[in-house]
């Protein structure tokens, strides 16, 4: 599996930019899906996830009301919709896949096997 993030770029503070996943290779529907960020300095950390069916879905607190993820599996597609973004946003976002079937809405990143290559996000203030 082949993931492909987008939409990355800059927006100032209290904006919003909507970011994709794109899967290729392999059908995603039934993978658990997530996106995690690393900032400048920082350690990576989960920011959203998503279960194979989209029924279920988990934010990190800090997100919590301003991000939204969403998919569409008829697209082989994972969304992450961000609103309201403050410059502690900022960081490159990575989407990541899970393996197996039913997959779940898990944080824990050691349970994802499929890695994106990230795009950025610059939030200014």
């Known amino acids: 599996v082949q993931l492909q993030a987008s939409g990355g770029g800059l927006v100032q503070a209290g904006g919003s930019l909507g970011l994709s996943c794109a899967a290729s290779?392999?059908?995603?529907?039934?993978?658990?899906m997530g996106w995690f960020r690393r900032a400048p300095g920082k350690e990576r950390e989960f920011v959203a996830a998503i279960n194979f069916n989209g029924r279920s879905t988990r934010y990190a607190d800090t997100v919590k009301g301003r991000f939204t993820i969403s998919r569409d599996n008829a697209k082989n597609t994972v969304f992450l919709q961000m609103n309201s973004l403050k410059p502690e946003d900022t960081a490159v976002y990575y989407c990541?896949?899970?393996?197996?079937?039913?997959?779940?809405?898990?944080?824990?990143?050691?349970?994802?096997?499929?890695w994106g290559q990230g795009t950025e996000v610059t939030v200014s203030s």
């Open positions: 290779g392999r059908t995603l529907s039934t993978f658990g």
């Open positions: 990541a896949a899970q393996r197996g079937t039913y997959g779940t809405s898990s944080s824990l990143s050691g349970e994802y096997h499929y």
